[in-house]
């Protein structure tokens, strides 16, 4: 079982979580996180989501 989080980072309190299994990547369950967004958040990514079309795809209006 595989899980991305997006999580606030003062409390570690949870805003949205993608859960899939063993045959489903970390950069596929980011994308399901990714329209929890939202302007005024500042986001933090991990290093292990390099690449140009997961940043593209995550600007929404967070500060990345």
Known sequence: ????????C?????????????????KTLTKEVLVNFEPGM????DSIFPGYELWRDATTGAAL
């Open 10 to 26: 003062g409390a570690g309190a949870l805003i949205a979580a993608a859960v899939g299994g063993y045959n489903k990547g970390e």
């Open 42 to 45: 500042v986001v933090i990514a």
């Open 1 to 8: 079982m595989r899980v991305v989080a997006l999580a606030e």
